[in-house]
């Protein structure tokens, strides 16, 4: 782990945005917690189209602020695979709290498809996250769609 | 108000980096929650050193999508004083939970010293949360120290 930046201030807001203040780390979070994505490749796919060198220097940065761990495919050694280290997984309630606010403010928010979900997080954040911390530790993508199942 | 560019997506997580996601904005609304600042030059002199055309940029950028609300100070009209509207006040949970997360992973963030504050988030953001926002309406800066003797 390559040895992290001096910070600008130890704030705890500061320290958060110094990690993930950007436009895309998040949305890689996203990609791995909702959409099961584990890899290059998939990550690359986004709907919002990161470019290859941000995507890189993103998950280089994840990885050395331990969000992120890569392990190697099994079957095939060449394939690395992304994903979230404890620290990683615990920014899911700052993420769930993100979802609800922007059901709020976005008119056209695909969040008004997971209303179910959103009424959980809105009802009790901890106890959804863990769910979710959960499953994305099992491998299960949580997929809007699946979420919308549930009880 | 500025007409708004168009989204990378309405995905929950991207309208909200798209909005907040760089090193700053939500430094300033720290400011604001938790310093009671609410002028430019209160907001340049954070202890991250914002350079000005920073600072100015990330002010209209949050004032065009409603997170703040600009007034002249009334005896002074060439002062210019800026208060969180409501969707900037809904913020606050993010806020707060991203000060669980450093508090968690940074062992010298400033939230050590913030212990109770710590708890009460811990415990009920949203209850926690809809104080600090009835603080900040009525012009009240939640100082670390001052939180640190609430009950």
């Known amino acids: ?3 992290n930046p001096e910070l600008r201030s130890h704030c705890p807001i500061n320290y958060a945005l110094e990690i993930f203040g ?3 780390s998040l949305l890689i979070i996203r990609d791995i917690v909702f959409r099961g994505k584990d890899s290059f490749n998939q990550f690359k796919k986004s709907q919002e189209a990161i470019a290859t060198n941000i995507l890189a220097t993103r998950l280089e ?3 050395s602020w331990g969000i992120l761990e890569k392990t190697a495919n099994l079957e095939d050694g060449r394939k690395e695979h992304y994903h979230l280290t404890q620290k990683g997984l615990d920014l899911i309630p700052i993420i769930l709290e993100m979802v609800l606010w922007s059901y709020e403010y976005d008119n056209d928010s695909e969040a008004k498809k997971i209303k179910k979900l959103v009424e959980l997080i809105r009802k009790d954040n901890r106890k959804i996250s863990e769910k979710v911390k959960k499953q994305v530790k099992e491998g299960i993508g949580i997929v809007y769609e699946y979420l919308d199942d549930q009880d």
């Open 61 to 63: 940065k994840l990885l």
């Open 22 to 24: 950007d436009k895309w």
């Open 1 to 3: 782990m390559k040895k």
